[in-house]
């Protein structure tokens, strides 16, 4: 099958791409390569190439003649730098997307597979053990200065034990790429009720991996850690470095998508249907730099006690979903995918400036 993916020369994008291309399916990466956030990066193995930003529709158009589906990862991604990112963070993310779907809604085009997000959620499962499943609103600045980083029962002000999100979860988004995400969501469930389209969000969790970019406050934290070492530095842990998450490799999240894409037209369709994508063992963000310093074979990390407001505590959840419905299965053990990651290169340096949605 013909697959437009947008963002396909980005660091998850081409993962998929050649996970297609191994599927004997044709991916045509859309990309608008701006350099800012493509410097050194390696060509998508045996793949077509159309250079263009998703937010022009006559070239989505063009590039959605003869595709069977869509694989949408094109957006900007991360906290950013601060809330003057906002507009921007919109325009790639919502305004992007909207025009994709519109564009694909007058081509008949009619499988989507999103990239979605857990940060969907805001703050993760949490069970008090006098109240049960609760959910706490967001950390306050006060408590944070304190080194209170943890997440306490809004009814008795008991400490909480974080748990497994499930897909069901209400969404709690608390920062403007957590928004934008959401809204992604809502308007690929609005196209496919109106088309009767078929359409999977795959909820990534804290994806990793060879190919990841450096030097750029738009990645996640994996690579800044990674680009720390690089660097001869040691890792700043935010916190107390006892967050937990789920680092996921990015060739899993690879398959995740080929897997799910052939699914898609068995699906329903007027509907959208999310997945957790994660790997199913978290860890807290300290390990994972201690490993990965370890591996790399640089100096111990540094916890500092930082903090960002738009942080959320834990976030972990489970992808039963995606295994159960669609037979997935993460492949890569987090300490082998960290000693590989030590060891593979980074994308060129990114400039501070946001890059347009490829």
């Known amino acids: 099958m013909r697959v437009l993916v947008t963002g396909g020369a980005g660091f998850i994008g081409s993962h998929i791409v050649s996970a297609l291309a191994a599927r004997s399916h044709e991916p045509v990466v859309f990309d608008s390569l701006h350099p800012r956030a493509h410097s050194g990066r390696a060509e998508p193995p045996g793949a077509e190439e159309i250079r263009a930003d998703v937010r022009d529709g006559e070239a989505v158009a063009q590039a959605l003649r003869g595709v069977g589906a869509v694989c949408h990862q094109a957006a900007m991604v991360g906290l950013g730098k601060d809330f003057a990112d906002a507009p921007e963070y919109v325009g790639c993310n919502d305004l992007g997307t909207a025009v994709l779907l519109a564009a694909m809604a007058a081509a008949g085009v009619r499988e989507l597979l999103l990239a979605g997000s857990m940060v969907v959620y805001g703050e993760g499962r949490y069970d008090c053990p006098r109240h049960g499943t609760v959910r706490p609103g967001p950390r306050i600045p006060a408590d944070l200065d ?43 469930a609005a196209w496919a009720r109106a088309t009767g389209g078929r359409a999977v969000s795959l909820r990534y969790h ?5 190919g990841m970019p450096r030097d750029t406050p738009y990645a996640g934290v994996a690579s800044l850690f990674r680009s720390a070492l690089a660097r001869g530095e040691a890792p700043r842990v935010f916190e107390d470095g006892g967050q937990l998450r789920d680092f996921v490799h990015v060739r899993d999240v690879a398959e995740a998508n080929a897997t799910a894409l052939e699914a898609l037209h068995g699906r329903p369709g ?17 390990a994972m730099a201690r490993q990965l310093a370890l591996a790399y074979g640089g100096p111990e990390p540094v916890v500092t006690g930082e903090y960002r407001l738009g942080d959320v505590r834990h976030i972990t959840a489970s992808s039963e979903r995606l295994t159960s419905e669609l037979g997935w299965r993460p492949r890569v053990a987090f300490e082998d995918g960290m000693a590989e990651f030590a060891r593979a290169p980074q994308r060129g340096a990114v400039m501070a400036a946001a890059p347009p949605a490829g």
């Open 206 to 210: 804290n994806v990793y991996g060879p």
């Open 146 to 188: 304190a080194g209170r980083f943890e997440c306490a029962c809004p009814r008795c002000g008991r400490p909480l034990e974080p748990g497994l999100v499930a897909e069901d979860a209400p969404a709690d988004p608390r920062n403007v790429y957590a928004a934008t995400k959401l809204a992604q969501e809502h308007l690929a």
């Open 270 to 286: 007027g509907t959208l249907t999310p997945f957790n994508t994660g790997s199913g063992d978290p860890r807290t963000v300290g």
